[in-house]
T-cell receptor, first 117, second 111 residues
Framework: GAGVSQSPRYKVAKRGQDVALRCDPI?????LFWYQQALGQGPEFLTYFQNEAQLDKSGLPSDRFFAERPEGSVSTLKIQRTQQEDSAVYLC???????????????FGPGTRLTVT | GENVEQHPSTLSVQEGDSAVIKCTYSDSASNYFPWYKQELGKRPQLIID?????GEKKDQRIAVTLNKTAKHFSLHITETQPEDSAVYFC??????????FGTGTRLQVTL
């Protein structure tokens, strides 16, 4: 079946612009996560949804970052007034939250590479 | 919160040799430990995982071991091949649902 998809794959923004990054999770996956991956580093948690409810946003670095998942499927990560330090790959992952062996497994999308100039 | 340390940061092995990557975690409540392989410019790919109620798990050439008492877990790759060359990340799932990742190990398999 189709995996997690993200768009756009690449985004160049001038400092101060707003950007919106989209994630389409695997169909039927209840949980959705956003991570930020700086060059040469491991992914770092940003926020987590279960269906449409945002259960954890402790990783969002500032109030310029906002995420939503209004219908419990597609999610959008919005960054307002982008800064150079926002340059990174933004990864989305989804997980099936039912019972069984696949509980906890997170499957990643290809990421959106954001460059702020 | 959870803290995961990973070493070595780089590892070079000859084709056919074994590779071992080690991670430690801080949260004793962590219950799930996946390993991801990431090739340059690609998404992290789940290659194997282990839960806290199991000490070892094997899948063909890869295996993971977990020592809950010492709070460390390791990835073992046997009979390495050039296509194993990539960056490998360990991760831990604590009381929250999020994963906390290590800093990665760049594995280079040379001919």
């Amino acid at each position: 079946g189709a995996g997690v998809s993200q768009s756009p794959r690449y985004k160049v923004a001038k400092r101060g612009q707003d950007v919106a990054l989209r994630c389409d999770p695997i169909s039927g996956h209840v949980s959705l996560f956003w991570y930020q991956q700086a060059l040469g580093q491991g992914p770092e948690f940003l926020t987590y949804f279960q269906n449409e409810a945002q259960l954890d946003k402790s990783g969002l670095p500032s109030d310029r970052f906002f995420a939503e998942r209004p219908e419990g499927s597609v999610s959008t990560l919005k960054i307002q007034r982008t800064q150079q330090e926002d340059s990174a790959v933004y990864l989305c992952a989804s997980s099936f939250s039912g019972r069984g062996r696949k509980l906890y497994e997170q499957y990643f999308g290809p990421g959106t590479r954001l460059t702020v100039t | 919160g959870e803290n995961v340390e990973q070493h070595p940061s780089t590892l070079s092995v000859q084709e056919g040799d074994s590779a071992v990557i080690k991670c430690t975690y801080s949260d004793s409540a962590s219950n799930y430990f996946p390993w991801y392989k990431q090739e340059l410019g690609k998404r992290p790919q789940l290659i194997i995982d282990i839960r806290s109620n199991v000490g070892e798990k094997k899948d063909q050439r890869i295996a993971v071991t977990l020592n809950k008492t010492a709070k460390h877990f390791s990835l073992h790759i046997t009979e390495t091949q050039p296509e194993d060359s990539a960056v490998y990340f360990c991760a831990a799932r604590g009381t929250a649902s999020k994963l906390t990742f290590g800093t990665g190990t760049r594995l280079q398999v040379t001919l």
